[in-house]
């Protein structure tokens, strides 16, 4: 019965703490990509997701190793003509902007991420007035974004539990 009780208290502790909205401020070393779609049509929307998968396979692979804000940083402007090149295909206007971009406040996962200039690659399709998409480079947490988005396999385990067993 003790037992049961002590796994009770750990896990409402846990999961308060897991489930708290919190304010976390991204280090200054890391490298975020952002998509904005020309508006929030189906046709626009859908374009975005298309091109995020291109880069997924393309660019996103590429960094997925990095050791270093700066190793990531020299992948990207190597590749710039590659990103270019797959954007183009869907030819639509464009801008690219790497460099340091305004990113609004966001909350993630129940983490509250400031608002700010943060280093980054932005993409500007059309007249980017859509609902954009964004993930972080460095460290390489794009490929994992979007594949766990994606994903309807995920395996769910609680470490409470698994410490019991």
């Known amino acids: 019965m003790k037992k049961i009780i002590y796994i009770m208290l750990i896990t409402i502790t846990l999961s308060t703490y897991l489930f708290a909205e919190q304010k976390y401020d991204l280090n200054e070393d890391t490298i975020r990509f952002r998509i904005i779609p020309n508006s929030n049509s189906v046709e626009d929307q859908n374009l975005k997701q298309r091109i995020i998968e291109d880069l997924q396979g393309n660019i996103f692979n590429l960094i997925q190793d990095s050791k270093s804000p700066e190793e990531t940083e020299k992948i990207i402007n190597e590749n710039k003509p590659l990103?270019?090149?797959?954007?183009?295909?869907?030819?639509?206007?464009?801008?690219?902007?790497?460099?340091?971009?305004?990113?609004?406040?966001?909350?993630?996962?129940?983490?509250?991420?400031?608002?700010?200039?943060?280093?980054?690659?932005?993409?500007?399709?059309?007249?980017?007035?859509?609902n954009n998409w964004w993930c972080v480079m460095y460290p390489p947490l794009c490929n994992i974004d979007y594949t766990s988005n994606n994903s309807e396999n995920i395996e769910y385990k609680l470490y409470i539990e698994e410490l019991t067993k």
């Not at 270019?84 to 902007?97: L, S, V």
């Not at 400031?114 to 932005?122: F, N, T």
Request: hydrophobic share 25%; glycine share 10%; no cysteine.
């Open 83 to 130: 990103i270019e090149n797959i954007i183009k295909k869907y030819n639509i206007d464009y801008k690219i902007n790497y460099g340091y971009n305004y990113f609004p406040e966001k909350t993630y996962k129940g983490i509250k991420y400031k608002e700010g200039d943060y280093k980054s690659l932005v993409i500007y399709l059309g007249e980017s007035k859509g």
